[in-house]
């Protein structure tokens, strides 16, 4: 329950409840989970004759409910939709950096032309120590195809200066 007062149900449990009284169910008992165990609580609901007629003559119409829809049998059910594309990793971190550039346009540079800066090529040599800041520089300004020419080892002995893992950023063709 994402409500903020203690001991009182927030607006997601008020209007469960009021479908709970629309659909007849008199008497019933809700676990508000709040995310640990002192904040949540057990309240018992029920309702006079008074308060449901009052309801019914309110309530024609079931409530229109965001995420439940009729199926077939004419019964509400869930609507579930698929995120996980909007949670891929490179997606997330292509949004960021556009994010970043029209903050940059806003704030510092509005003659800046980042579809002029994506379509550039670039050719790094040397991904150590100075070329893997120089990589990240070009990434944070929008820069997106950016080549490589580097046949050194990263050593164990210092991979501290060499901010890049060239197995997880890269593509290798």
Known sequence: DSGTVNNHPGWVARNFCVLLAKMGIEKCCLVIWRGNENKSFVLNVYWSGDIKSSLTSHLSTLPT?????????????????????????LHLAESSVDLNISLMRWRLLPELRPNILSSCKVLLLGSGT?????????????????????????????????????KIYFRSE
């Open 130 to 166: 100075l070329g893997c800041s120089v990589a990240r520089t070009l990434l944070g300004w929008g820069f997106r195809n950016i080549e490589f020419v580097d046949y050194g080892l990263v050593s164990y002995s210092n991979p501290v200066y060499n901010t890049f893992n060239k």
């Open 65 to 89: 409910i965001v995420g439940w829809e009729l199926d077939s049998n004419n019964r509400l059910k869930p609507r579930i939709i698929d995120l996980t594309s909007l949670m891929d990793p």
